[in-house]
């Protein structure tokens, strides 16, 4: 993913833009099932397959439930082009 693509994708985000996230192409998995909302992951993120593997995942959700801290955390890095320790 090239920054400016995360820039989008993490300003979407923030705004609850979930419909700009959809035209972004952003895809979302569930990888704790789907008894759990706001923990998922980002199809789309390459660097966090490591941890995320989209390949594990069976269950496709909504992008109204992205959340994964891991993802995220890729993602700002992606975005800003620095690493982050949390998002608290
Ligand atoms: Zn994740």
Do not use: H
Not at 49 to 73: T, W
Request: aromatic share 6%; hydrophobic share 40%.
């Amino acid at each position: 993913m090239k920054k400016q693509e995360a820039q989008k994708i993490l300003r979407a985000f923030v705004l609850k833009d979930y419909d700009q996230l959809g035209a972004l192409g952003v895809r979302a998995y569930g990888n704790q099932g789907r008894a759990w909302s706001g923990t998922a992951c980002i199809t789309n993120l390459d660097d966090s397959k490591g941890q995320c593997n989209p390949r594990l995942a069976f269950n496709s959700c909504d992008v109204q439930d992205i959340g994964c801290p891991e993802c995220l955390k890729a993602l700002v890095a992606l975005a800003t082009g620095e690493k982050i320790l949390s998002l608290a």
